[in-house]
Protein backbone atom coordinates (compact mmCIF):
# COMPACT_ATOMS: atom_id res chain seq x y z
CA UNK A 1 0.00 0.00 0.00
CA UNK A 2 1.19 3.28 -1.05
CA UNK A 3 1.60 6.03 1.58
CA UNK A 4 3.12 9.51 1.56
CA UNK A 5 2.68 10.73 5.08
CA UNK A 6 3.73 14.20 5.67
CA UNK A 7 4.66 15.92 9.02
CA UNK A 8 6.53 19.42 10.90
CA UNK A 9 3.43 21.52 10.37
CA UNK A 10 2.56 23.86 12.44
CA UNK A 11 2.28 27.54 13.98
CA UNK A 12 5.01 30.13 13.73
CA UNK A 13 5.87 33.42 13.62
CA UNK A 14 7.54 35.83 10.69
CA UNK A 15 10.95 35.34 10.36
CA UNK A 16 10.86 31.89 12.20
CA UNK A 17 11.70 28.43 10.44
CA UNK A 18 9.69 24.56 10.11
CA UNK A 19 11.09 21.52 8.46
CA UNK A 20 8.61 19.48 6.70
CA UNK A 21 9.13 15.60 6.33
CA UNK A 22 7.26 13.44 3.81
CA UNK A 23 7.81 10.04 4.83
CA UNK A 24 6.90 7.53 1.43
CA UNK A 25 6.01 3.27 1.92
CA UNK A 26 4.86 1.04 -1.02
CA UNK A 27 6.89 2.39 -3.81
CA UNK A 28 10.72 2.61 -4.86
CA UNK A 29 11.53 5.78 -3.20
CA UNK A 30 14.38 6.11 -4.92
CA UNK A 31 13.32 6.43 -8.57
CA UNK A 32 10.55 8.89 -7.66
CA UNK A 33 10.98 12.52 -8.19
CA UNK A 34 9.51 14.51 -5.24
CA UNK A 35 7.79 17.34 -5.26
CA UNK A 36 6.40 19.87 -2.39
CA UNK A 37 3.28 21.56 -3.23
CA UNK A 38 1.38 23.86 -1.38
CA UNK A 39 -2.14 25.61 -1.76
CA UNK A 40 -3.41 28.89 0.23
CA UNK A 41 -7.32 29.26 0.88
CA UNK A 42 -9.35 30.23 -2.43
CA UNK A 43 -6.13 29.74 -4.10
CA UNK A 44 -4.52 26.90 -6.75
CA UNK A 45 -2.13 24.38 -6.00
CA UNK A 46 1.54 25.60 -6.86
CA UNK A 47 4.59 23.77 -6.96
CA UNK A 48 6.96 24.47 -4.27
CA UNK A 49 9.92 22.37 -4.76
CA UNK A 50 11.32 19.73 -6.48
CA UNK A 51 14.09 17.10 -6.00
CA UNK A 52 14.70 14.52 -8.53
CA UNK A 53 16.57 10.86 -8.03
CA UNK A 54 19.91 12.59 -9.21
CA UNK A 55 19.41 14.99 -6.30
CA UNK A 56 19.00 17.58 -8.52
CA UNK A 57 16.47 20.06 -7.00
CA UNK A 58 14.59 23.46 -8.13
CA UNK A 59 12.61 26.14 -6.69
CA UNK A 60 9.67 28.16 -7.05
CA UNK A 61 10.61 31.63 -7.23
CA UNK A 62 9.06 32.56 -4.42
CA UNK A 63 11.34 30.24 -2.36
CA UNK A 64 14.29 30.59 -3.89
CA UNK A 65 16.89 31.37 -0.88
CA UNK A 66 14.86 30.75 1.74
CA UNK A 67 13.44 26.94 1.36
CA UNK A 68 15.83 23.97 0.52
CA UNK A 69 14.45 20.48 -0.43
CA UNK A 70 16.36 17.30 0.30
CA UNK A 71 15.61 13.70 0.31
CA UNK A 72 17.32 10.75 2.07
CA UNK A 73 17.10 7.50 -0.24
CA UNK A 74 17.67 5.34 2.59
CA UNK A 75 14.92 6.31 5.08
CA UNK A 76 12.63 6.95 1.88
CA UNK A 77 12.19 10.27 3.36
CA UNK A 78 11.88 13.61 1.83
CA UNK A 79 12.38 17.14 3.29
CA UNK A 80 11.73 20.55 2.56
CA UNK A 81 13.14 23.15 5.35
CA UNK A 82 11.74 26.62 5.17
CA UNK A 83 13.43 29.69 6.36
CA UNK A 84 12.95 33.25 6.90
CA UNK A 85 8.92 32.58 6.55
CA UNK A 86 6.09 35.02 5.87
CA UNK A 87 2.52 34.94 6.42
CA UNK A 88 1.86 34.43 2.76
CA UNK A 89 3.68 30.79 2.87
CA UNK A 90 0.68 30.28 5.12
CA UNK A 91 -1.05 26.88 2.85
CA UNK A 92 -1.54 23.33 3.18
CA UNK A 93 1.68 21.42 1.74
CA UNK A 94 1.82 18.75 -0.04
CA UNK A 95 4.16 15.81 -0.64
CA UNK A 96 4.02 14.41 -4.30
CA UNK A 97 5.68 11.51 -5.64
CA UNK A 98 5.93 11.15 -9.61
CA UNK A 99 8.05 7.61 -10.84
CA UNK A 100 10.49 9.52 -13.81
CA UNK A 101 9.76 6.66 -16.17
CA UNK A 102 6.24 5.65 -16.25
CA UNK A 103 4.05 8.31 -16.81
CA UNK A 104 0.97 8.23 -14.43
CA UNK A 105 2.66 6.92 -11.46
CA UNK A 106 1.43 9.73 -9.34
CA UNK A 107 1.12 9.62 -5.36
CA UNK A 108 0.03 12.54 -2.85
CA UNK A 109 0.04 13.06 0.87
CA UNK A 110 -2.61 14.33 2.73
CA UNK A 111 -0.87 17.34 3.27
CA UNK A 112 0.08 19.45 6.33
CA UNK A 113 -0.69 23.04 7.57
CA UNK A 114 1.68 25.51 8.23
CA UNK A 115 0.55 28.79 9.24
CA UNK A 116 2.98 31.83 9.10
CA UNK A 117 1.02 34.68 11.99
CA UNK A 118 2.16 36.88 14.92
Known amino acids: QVQLVESGGGLVQPGGSLRLSCAAS????????MTWFRQAPGKERELVAV???????NYADFVKGRFTISRDNSQSTVFLQMNSLKPDDTAVYYC????????????WGQGTQVTVSS
Open 26 to 33: GFTFSRFA
Open 51 to 57: IFSTGIS
Open 96 to 107: NAAHEQSVGRIY
